[in-house]
Structures are given as C-alpha cells and as structure tokens.
C-alpha cells in the first residue's frame, strides 16, 4: 500500500479482554515501531523490529503487552487482560531501514478499556 | 520526567500573529525533528536538523536547532488557521537509533 496501514482504527474493549492491533507497514521497510499516545500527550516508545527481529522492547509497560512480526512484514501487538490505563492510541510507523531514517507513520488504533 | 519538555502545551492565536514553540532537554540529542498531527492522524515528519545551531525554513516556518543539541525552536510567521494541529518535536538519542523519544506536544489553534 501507499502508505502504513493500521487495524482496528477503533476497539473498544471489556475490563480483562484480550485485544490484538495490527499494522502492516510500507512494503520493504525494514524497521517497524510501535508507540503508545495517551490523550492530549505525545507518543511513547513501546518496540521496535527490524525485519523479524524485536531488537528493542524496553518501553512495554507491562508483560501484558507482547509484539510480533514472524515473517518480518505485518505486525501484531497484543494486550492482554487490558485495564483502563491502556486506553490509549497506538501508532505504529515503519522506515526503509535500520537507524536514523524517516518514519511513516500510520493513522493508530484508538483503544477504549470499559 | 519528560525528557522533552515543550512550551507552550496550549497556544489559541488569531490569523496572522506569529509565534514560537519550544523543545527544550537536559539531555544531548543527535538529531531533532518536528512533526505535526492532525486529530485522528498519525504524526507527519515536517523537518530534522542535525548540527547545533542548524536553521532549517519550510515556507512560513523555521526551525532552529540549539548550538549545544539539548534544543529546539519552531516558529511560525503570520500564522493561518491551516497551522491548527498538534506539535511534537521528538529526538534521537544516538545517531544510529531509530527510536524517538517524543515531547508532550503543543495543541496550537488559529482563529479566523
């Protein structure tokens, strides 16, 4: 696609629910981030991969949260038995390759925890 | 503790006046950029400078990077409803890292 694709655009989800977010990035970028932006506030580094590779996962909050990109393209970040505080939007972006080169970044999934 | 402190959080301006947004930080960065974003939109890359003392300009806005690299300004000159966003600056740490440390942002809104 034309640009970095991201599924659900809204969830809402029950206290203890289990979600899954995906996001398929520009066709060839190598490195893939996730964020995680709280209303009225900036975004916060969440994982990054490089190809399949999770090479940083330092700002997951929790072990509740996990990342993956099995075959180096479309990834899925799972929440499990979310609470309130992970309302939130999560923004993934991609970039042609490792390092200090331009991120694209998608439109987010707006997850609302009931 | 916000690594990237921005200033102001809130800016409401009329059509015309101009004005200028911080980035400031205790910390070194070897890059800077600012993005904008646009209510249910991901960010969107307007500028990166990389040496201290850079000044970069994008038609009525000019971005300026702190000698030391611990800073950055944007300022916008005659400011058009066009300009409504949400403004982060977010920084890079080292130079061959992709991961962004982003500021809090800064809701900048111009009336007719």
């Known amino acids: 696609g034309a640009g970095v694709s991201q599924s659900p655009r809204y969830k809402v989800a029950k206290r203890g629910q289990d979600v899954a977010l995906r996001c398929d990035p520009i066709?060839?970028?190598?490195?893939l981030f996730w964020y995680q932006q709280a209303l009225g506030q900036g975004p916060e580094f969440l994982t990054y991969?490089?190809?399949?590779?999770?090479?940083?996962k330092s700002g997951l909050p929790s072990d509740r949260f996990f990342a993956e990109r099995p075959e180096g393209s479309v990834s899925t970040l799972k929440i499990q038995r979310t609470q309130q505080e992970d309302s939130a939007v999560y923004l993934c972006a991609s970039s042609r390759e490792g390092g200090p080169t331009e991120a694209f970044f998608g439109q987010g999934t707006r997850l609302t925890v009931v | 503790t916000q690594l990237l402190e921005q200033s102001p959080q809130f800016l409401s301006i009329q059509e015309g006046e101009n004005l200028t947004v911080y980035c400031n930080s205790s910390s070194v960065f070897s890059s800077l950029q600012w993005y904008r974003q646009e209510p249910g939109e991901g960010p969107v890359l307007l500028v990166t400078v990389v040496t201290g003392g850079e000044v970069k300009k994008l038609k009525r806005l000019t971005f300026q990077f702190g000698d030391a690299r611990k800073d950055s300004s944007l300022h916008i000159t005659a400011a058009q409803p066009g300009d409504t966003g949400l403004y982060l600056c977010?920084?890079?740490?080292?130079?061959?890292?992709?991961?962004?440390?982003f500021g809090q942002g800064t809701t900048l809104q111009v009336k007719p």
């Open positions: 977010a920084g890079r740490r080292t130079s061959n890292t992709g991961k962004l440390i």
């Open positions: 991969f490089q190809n399949e590779a999770q090479l940083d």
């Open positions: 066709s060839g970028h190598v490195s």
